[in-house]
């Protein structure tokens, strides 16, 4: 019986090396563990077993099934993981091949840099207000003090609609019909299109500003490079400085030009800065009395600082465009370059 | 406005470099757009004088040695220069020098003859005529003996000069002359002005029957005159040939160079007519007569009408007013008498006149930025005095002035001394105050806080007191002293985008999900891209705003539709061979103001498709998507009549019942028009869409109310139906949807047509899903839904259960 045993034994090692397959799995279950397997035999075969060796012979066939059925459940899960895997070779995909999709589009470089614009003056408190494009000689010129003899009136500069509708040239404008339903505390930004007839490589006749007006009591040229240099350091770099340069506006006085250090080099001198160490960026200045008159605001009491920034200018400078003509010709190998991280 | 450091250092004494006057300017206001060094391309160039000269026998050169001082004193030169001469003194460019234009110059061997550089002309300087007398004279330039040899050449000829070449503000015209930017130099260096020399004496002969009027006070406020006799015409001296050459002018002779001396020194245009051309002796400033005209200097000729001003004699024109002079009254070899002019027109009348003829001088340009009358007596004076000093002339006691009576002194006004110091937000000393205000000529008495000042003739720019001075102030102490602070004293408000532009925003931001990229296109376009996309004579968008004075016709209307827009850069693109893609653009459109109202400005939303993947439910699928980010369902009905679209591929979009906008296929009949390859697939798949933004915007959900979702799983049941080929997908879903309220949606799964169905006919199954309410549905209550849809889609629309 021991004999037999042990050749089973030698048997089924011999068989487990061999077994790579379901069947063969059934095979080694049936001729062990079936019930016509050799272990059923075995247990038929202890009826032939002296009584009192019984005990201890049944033992011997029952460790030896323990020992099958660890075998075999080993066995199983091997035989599971190499399906697994072979199933897993059978899916896999080659994964350069190219994706499908619908490319998501993006919105336009000057409408993302007015939204950055816009969003580090509301966190200051700005206002957004968004006047007319089609103006009358009131508010575009006049009462913005731009005396009536003023080049800027000239019909080179404006396009004419009527003799008193035009396209307005400055978002400027929007400072008054703001001043006009609004008093004092004021924060606003007036961002939008302007058109002027000059058209060239640096000129398009339909541009972008952004007006920006502060109207309080005790507002000074300080506050305006103060809150210019919070500006360009959120837009630009923590690093850069601005400068204020004497410049001229009919709408502010003392009028300034605004440049910034060259954001590109330190203000060491580059290309980008024209080996200055400084780039333009906007104007601005102390609202001109007269223009708060004109609305009804007493220049006595209240002072205001203004600035206008040009959106296309910041835009070239903010993504390295060299010629104003790509933001209006909408190629859309130029449109898709520009997305939101 | 270019001026010399040479001729700027006449008035002041400047012991600054260019380099550092640059930055001076600069910081006061006046921006150097180009620091010109003359002869900053010379080098190695020397004085050198020729000690031996020998003729090379059959050749046309000379062996010279020449003496270049410290350079070496027997430098051996070939030169093929037939002047050459021994003992002249001429420029030698050594070894190693450089020349204007970048050329260089090296020892090298002429003919085989060893020679050390060259000998130059004075072209080859860059010299001409009026710079230095002689250089424009055939062969090498003759210098003085007394020049010392080894001399920088440039220090010789008055080639170490700079010319700033300044951009002055619209508001400071005063200083569109030499002068004017040296009252400013003056100031900001701190240094005094040397003012030119404007004194002369009268003869007390007058010239008989002369007289002068003006009958357009309104545009010539102050017009002088004066006679001039015994003219003799010549060449002008050395040093005012130099100046106006440096300015960029030619010499032409002493009594029309002193008009140009004159203007770009003092800044005041001036003329001089030949009195005896003057017909009855008669100026008269007047208004032109609807069809005069006008000859000019440049032998132009001019229609005018009444806008322009021009300067007459008895019977006819002799000078566009403040533009330029009469061919017919022009200074000649032969004048012997003449009449100065030096006038204030009224600026913005010559700048309408320069641009509607198209004709602008040296003269206009600056009446056009404003001329103060203080110039004007000054420029008259001047050129007097010129005259004298030049001697070319006998001045007479016939002298007019004509004024419409503006006061002969600037402006008084008084001001606070803490007012100027609030408004820059520092605290600038009062002396230092006064001390700069007395550097630019305001006469200033202060008593305590307030000031008593009087602005200086010429500032017609200074009105109001208080910002005019701290401009000027802060502009000379230097904008360093300003501490930028951070609103400190500004009420805090909130900010931010109103809901609207938020909304705008997030209607952008699903276009840009759905594929679309954001363009910016112009406001105006040409009616031929309305005439493009076949819109109809009478169509409400042929009521378009007119631009009067457009850059072309390409850009002369104001656009009343976006989608001409969006066809132009789809066609763009493809010709750029980029062939597919999604655009939108959300931007106004303009609409005549109804009885005299302001011209309305209305949003819309514009969008176009293209490329092979692109179908009309693909766009589809993107107007919903937007309809649903707003809480918006959008409906459809069939487009026959948008002219631009094709009939059978082409929907209005529907919300609440009210058309808000269409989208549909390029028509075939525009497809054909558009200038691109014919062979192009993507041509054919063109879809545009065009949305009144406020009008969907209206419909759109103010606020979301959260509604309870049924705990129970919803049912599905797919129903295949033949209808006849007619009946729509949109009719047989409202239909399903109508009939029970349980349906919360419908989806069209499978669409066949053939043989089995029958002619005329087609098979549409759907996808029913039924939604629970407060109770789950037992499988006998969708059979009752069922029953009652077939029920009404068999009654309404003759649907059979496939």
């Known amino acids: ?341 | 406005m270019k001026v010399p450091f040479s001729w700027l250092k006449e008035y002041v004494d400047i012991q600054v470099t260019a380099e550092e006057l640059q930055e001076k300017l600069f910081s006061c206001g006046f921006e150097v757009e180009e620091l010109i060094h003359l002869g900053g391309e010379i080098s190695k160039v020397v004085v050198a004088e020729v000690t031996e000269c020998e003729k090379v026998e059959g050749t046309h050169l000379y062996i010279c040695q020449v003496n270049c001082g410290e350079y070496g004193e027997k430098i051996q030169i070939v030169t093929g220069a037939p002047n050459v001469y021994v003992g002249m003194h001429t420029p030698a460019a050594l070894d190693g020098a450089t020349l204007p234009g970048g050329v260089k110059i090296a020892a090298k061997p002429l003919k085989g003859i060893p020679s050390n550089g060259m000998m130059c002309s004075g072209e080859e300087l860059g010299l001409n005529e009026d710079l230095y007398p002689g250089a424009e004279e055939y062969g090498l330039l003759d210098l003085p003996a007394e020049t010392v040899p080894g001399t920088d050449i440039r220090d010789v000829v008055g080639l170490n000069d700079y010319i700033f070449d300044i951009s002055v503000t619209a508001n400071r015209p005063d200083c569109q002359s030499v002068l004017g930017i040296a009252r400013e130099v003056a100031a900001v260096l701190g240094c005094e002005l040397k003012m030119p020399a404007t004194d002369y004496t009268v003869s007390d002969v007058t010239v008989p029957d002369l007289e002068i009027r003006v009958d357009a006070p309104d545009l010539c406020p102050r017009y002088l005159g004066h006679a001039v006799r015994n003219i003799t015409v010549q060449e002008s001296p050395r040093w005012m040939r130099r100046n106006l050459a440096l300015c960029g002018l030619r010499s032409i002779s002493n009594v029309v160079d002193i008009t140009n001396y004159v203007l770009l020194e003092i800044g005041q245009p001036m003329h001089a007519f030949d009195m005896d051309q003057l017909q009855e002796r008669k100026i008269i400033v007047r208004r032109a007569k609807d069809g005069e005209k006008i000859q000019t200097l440049d032998e132009k000729e001019f229609t005018l009408n009444p806008e322009n001003l021009v300067i007459c004699d008895g019977n006819r024109p002799v000078a566009l007013a403040g533009i330029m002079g009469g061919l017919n009254s022009e200074i000649t070899e032969k004048t012997t008498q003449l009449l100065f002019e030096a006038a204030k027109f009224a600026r913005d009348n010559v700048r309408r006149t320069s641009r509607a003829l198209g004709q602008s001088s040296d003269s206009s340009a600056r009446f056009e930025k404003g001329i103060s009358e203080y110039t004007t007596e000054l420029g008259m004076a001047r050129a007097l005095h010129l005259i004298q000093e030049l001697k070319c002339g006998e001045i007479t006691a016939s002298a007019f002035d004509c004024s419409a009576g503006a006061p002969r002194e600037g402006k008084r006004f008084t001001a606070s001394l803490r007012r100027i110091n609030e408004i820059l937000g520092i605290e600038v000393p009062a002396e230092e105050v006064l001390k700069i205000l007395k550097r630019l000529n305001f006469e200033v008495i202060r008593d305590g806080d307030r000031l008593d000042v009087t602005a200086p003739r010429y500032r017609e720019d200074i009105e109001v007191g208080e910002p005019d001075l701290a401009e000027e102030v802060i502009r000379e102490y230097g904008y360093h002293h300003v501490v930028p602070t951070f609103l400190k004293s500004a009420t805090v408000t909130s900010g931010g985008k109103t809901p609207e532009q938020l909304r705008r925003d997030r209607v952008a931001r699903v276009m840009c999900a759905q594929g679309y990229n954001e363009v910016c296109t112009l406001s105006f376009y040409s009616e031929s891209d309305l005439d493009l996309l076949k819109i109809p004579e009478n169509a409400p968008e042929r009521n378009v705003l007119r631009i009067r004075n457009p850059i072309s016709v390409n850009l002369s209307v104001m656009r009343t539709l976006l989608a001409p827009s969006m066809l132009n850069i789809v066609v763009e693109n493809l010709k750029k061979g980029n062939h597919e893609g999604r655009i939108f653009e959300i931007s106004h459109v303009y609409l005549p103001g109804e009885n005299g109202q302001m011209p309305e400005e209305k949003l819309h939303l514009g969008f176009a498709a293209f490329g092979d993947e692109e179908d009309f439910f693909t766009v589809k699928g993107s107007v919903e998507a937007l309809g649903n980010v707003l809480g918006l369902r959008f409906a459809v009905e069939r487009a026959e009549d948008v002219s631009y679209l094709h009939p059978g591929i082409a929907a209005y979009i529907l919300c609440e019942g009210e058309r808000i906008g269409v989208f549909g296929k390029l028509a075939n009949e525009v497809t054909a028009e558009l200038k691109l390859h014919k062979d192009s697939k993507a041509n054919h798949k063109i879809f545009l869409g065009e949305i009144d933004y406020e009008r969907m915007i209206a419909h759109a959900a103010v606020s979301v109310r959260y509604q309870p979702v049924s705990a129970y799983p919803p049912v599905i049941r797919d129903l295949a139906l033949t209808v006849q080929e007619e009946t729509t997908c949109g009719a047989l879903m409202n239909e399903i949807i109508r009939a029970c309220p349980s349906v919360s949606q419908v989806e069209l799964f499978d669409l066949y047509r053939g043989e089995q169905i029958g002619e005329g006919k087609k098979s549409m199954a759907f996808k029913i899903t039924f939604m629970p309410g407060d109770k789950a549905l037992a499988p006998e209550d969708v059979d009752r839904f069922i029953k009652k849809i077939l029920g009404n889609l068999k009654f309404k629309l003759g649907a059979e259960i496939r």
């Open chain 1, 1 to 341: 019986m021991e004999q037999r045993i042990k050749a089973l034994r030698e048997q089924m090692e011999q068989q487990i090396a061999q077994v790579n397959s379901k069947e063969k799995m059934a095979n080694f279950w049936q001729s062990f563990l079936g019930k016509k397997g050799s272990i059923a035999e075995l247990m038929k075969g202890l009826g032939t077993v002296a009584k009192e060796d019984r005990p201890a012979m049944g033992k011997v066939i029952n460790d030896f099934k323990v020992q099958v059925e660890e075998q075999y459940n080993i066995l199983s899960e091997r035989m599971e993981q190499l399906e697994l895997q072979a199933r897993n070779r059978r899916e896999a995909v080659d994964i350069t091949m190219p994706a499908v999709r619908r490319p998501v589009g993006g919105l336009h470089p000057l409408t993302l840099v007015k939204n950055e614009i816009i969003n580090v003056f509301s966190g200051m408190g700005f206002d957004v207000f968004e006047g007319p494009e089609i103006e009358d000689d009131d508010h575009n010129f006049t009462r913005l003090n731009v005396p009536k003899d003023h080049p800027s009136r000239d019909m080179q500069d404006t396009f004419y609609l009527e003799d008193d509708l035009l396209l307005r040239t400055q978002t400027s404008g929007g400072q008054i019909r703001v001043m006009d339903r609004q008093k004092p505390p004021i924060k606003v930004l007036v961002p939008g299109r302007v058109f002027r007839s000059d058209s060239d490589a640096t000129h398009s006749p339909m541009f972008h500003q952004m007006e920006g007006l502060v109207v309080d009591k005790g507002i000074t040229l300080c506050d305006l490079q103060g809150m210019l240099d919070q500006f360009v350091q959120q837009l630009f770099d923590a690093d850069v400085r601005t400068r204020l340069r004497p410049s001229y506006f009919p709408f502010t006085e003392p009028s300034v030009e605004v440049d910034v250090s060259c954001f590109e080099c330190g203000g060491k001198g580059c290309s980008l800065c024209k080996h200055t160490g400084w780039i333009e960026v906007l104007g601005g200045g102390v609202v001109h009395p007269h223009v708060l008159e004109n609305c009804g605001i007493d220049p006595s009491v209240y002072s205001g600082i203004a600035f206008g920034i040009g959106i296309e200018r910041i835009t070239m400078l903010k993504y390295g465009i060299n010629n104003i003509g790509l933001l209006f010709e909408n190629d859309l190998r130029f449109l898709e370059q520009f997305k939101e991280a």
